[in-house]
């Protein structure tokens, strides 16, 4: 009795989550196709102008879509790298009181909410921007300054909100990672970093993916604290530029927009919704390999 309860709840559970997925896909492409019939796929989709308001509108969004690429990649594969290498260091090399120290310094920036990270990075990394960007643009005609928020300030910030993800799920894997292993590698011969490096990591190459994939959707999904240090403007992804991602792009408009602006702005929607799903299926297939491969 107990035991077919607990299936009955448990189906329930997997039926809700799939008509939510389900119901978030239907609405999303019935509110995010019309813009795309009323402007055009091209003119929506790779048009460099956006001016909603204007007596003649644009609204290009290649711009927007560059720079989420260009935004979450950087700070992925900065921000990964470093997760991991600092997961290394609690579990492999560090003592149980450093361990237990640092481990709870990650937990206090995985609770810290994204709107301090903005506020930090408006109040401390802007104005260290501002200074590089005034020597780097010295006379220059053509740059447009930003005071410091830029997309450079935009991945400093995303790679900092990923790392506690990236650093958590990557030691839970290399703990679980079977002593036996390590002894083994050691007893023929191996430094303790050749065993670090060439067994355990690699062991334990499935959950690190994980966290890799974890850390991606929180950096895709960021908007708040990016909206704050980005500066908003929609421009080519360059270090110094002013920029606007598409999360900012909804978080910046849509509670003003009406007609086909608040349509666009769905498109947008619809947009990161497609991006978001092809960049997790990709990850997931890297995952199950890594897991197969083991």
């Known amino acids: 009795m107990v035991e077919q309860t607990a299936k009955s709840i448990v189906t329930i559970c997997a039926v ?7 119901s978030i896909t239907a609405y999303m492409v019935m509110k995010g196709t019309p813009a795309l019939k009323n402007v055009g796929v ?6 460099t102008s956006w001016k909603p308001t204007a007596a003649e509108p644009a609204y290009g969004i290649l711009y927007i879509i560059i720079t989420s690429i260009v935004g979450t990649s950087v700070s992925v594969l900065v921000g990964v790298p470093i997760g991991l290498l600092s ?5 492999e090399v560090a003592g149980k009181k450093t361990s237990a120290f640092i481990g709870a310094a990650v937990e206090l920036l995985a609770a810290i909410p994204s709107v301090i990270y903005g506020l930090l990075g408006m109040m401390l990394l802007n104005p260290l921007m501002y ?3 005034k ?10 300054v930003t005071g410091g928020s830029n997309l450079l300030s935009a991945i400093i910030v995303l790679m900092i909100m990923i790392l506690p993800t990236v650093i ?3 030691a839970t894997s290399i703990k679980a990672v079977s002593k036996d292993l390590r002894a083994a590698s050691l007893a023929l011969g191996a430094s303790k970093m050749q065993t670090i490096f060439r067994v355990v990591i690699p062991a334990a190459k499935s959950g690190i993916m994980t966290g890799a994939v974890l850390g991606v959707g929180r950096a895709l999904g960021e908007a708040m604290a990016i909206n704050m240090v980005a500066g908003g403007a929609v421009n080519l992804p360059l270090p110094f530029n002013s920029v606007r991602f598409l999360t900012t792009q909804l978080v910046s408009e849509m509670g003003y927009a009406q007609g086909l602006h608040r349509q666009v702005l769905f498109t947008v929607g619809l947009v ?9 299926l990709v990850l997931q297939k890297m995952r199950r390999e890594a897991g197969a491969d083991e």
């Open 87 to 91: 997961a290394v260091f609690l579990t």
């Open 168 to 170: 958590n799920v990557s």
């Open 272 to 280: 990161l919704y497609i991006f978001i799903m092809i960049v997790n």
């Open 42 to 47: 091209s003119s929506l989709l790779f048009g």
């Open 135 to 144: 020597i780097f643009f010295a006379g220059s005609k053509t740059h447009q």
């Open 16 to 22: 809700v989550t799939i008509f939510a997925v389900c």
């Open 131 to 133: 200074k590089w960007e």
